[in-house]
């Protein structure tokens, strides 16, 4: 099968990252007779410097043109001024809400090959498996007002937070429907004793959840949750949440994982109806993690979770499921024979460039 994708690296370890995981889809095209047209696109910071805008419209036709797009991470030092007009970051927002990608799927999967490599317990790790449904295109990062002003008594700002009852029950939804596929357990994450938008959240969960009798929902406060995922995180199976409290719960949640370099994420405009002739709603394919401009251009960058990415654009956008694993496997293959960069290695231990791990990774894609 041929298939249009849009690679856009974006800054700082994007590029580097993103080689490896066009490099397994390259394998992949091999291995199983696929051919995958990339365009590539400027996105962020490179933009800004190049275009003026962190989002040319160029960009985003090719997003909006392709199968799938496969994304690295923006931003960087160099456009970080508070006054500046422009910022790397509305490349990738404007990407999320141009294409309508609403529903974030962040998965936690502990390598059992890794538990060293996070601060937390051994014993608290075991049996970690979860998946953190973001939702991406509403809430405090799009709501209006937004913005800063001078007044004769000193400086202001204001952010809002909005959500409607659509945009609120769509994404539970997506909870719902992979609970349904997992183990059966929602938790619903809010601000509800504090929050109106959270007290609309939690209405129209309850509501959504009639639809779904055989899916157990819990409701938990965002302090509780965020205390409760690093405390008992195996009592987790799928987490729905609002766009702020994702992103900070996401984060949190990646430690579990040793580093942020291990965890893929998917950006859909729906969750994807399995089976050949199931629907597959567009999607952009990203790290977790940002662009770490520390470590740029020094190999030490983990390609693990762009692969990975990868591999959850074959699944959701093209519908390979069979391609996926292949990635999958491979990855895994990959640690268990103890390879690392540097990110993930124990002290004293060799590692490899984000160039060798790739190429480790991409000769096991059978
Ligand atoms: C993420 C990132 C982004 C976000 C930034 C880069 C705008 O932190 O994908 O989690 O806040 O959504
Ligand atoms: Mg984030």
Redesign the pocket.
Known sequence: MRFAIAVLPGDGIGPEVTQEAVRALERVGQRYGHTFDLSYAPVGGNAIDRYGTALPEETLQIARGADAVLFG???GPKWDDPKATVRP?DG??GLRRGLGLYANLRPVKIHPNLMYASPIKPQVLANVDLVVVRE?TGGI?FGRPKRRWSTSRGRRGVDTMKYTEQEVRRILRVGFELARRRRKHLTSVDKANVLETSRLWREVAVEVAQEYPDVTLEHLLVDTAAMQLVRSPSRFDVIVTE?LFG?IL??EAAVLAGSMGMLP?ASLAGLPVGGKAGRRPKGLY?P?H?SAPDIVGQGKANPVAAILSAAFLLRYSLGLEQEAQAVEQAVDATLVQGHRTPDIAEEGRPVLSTREMGAAIIERIQ
């Open positions: 991470a923006v931003g970051e990738i927002l991406l990062y766009n992103d996401t984060d994420s990203e977790i940002g």
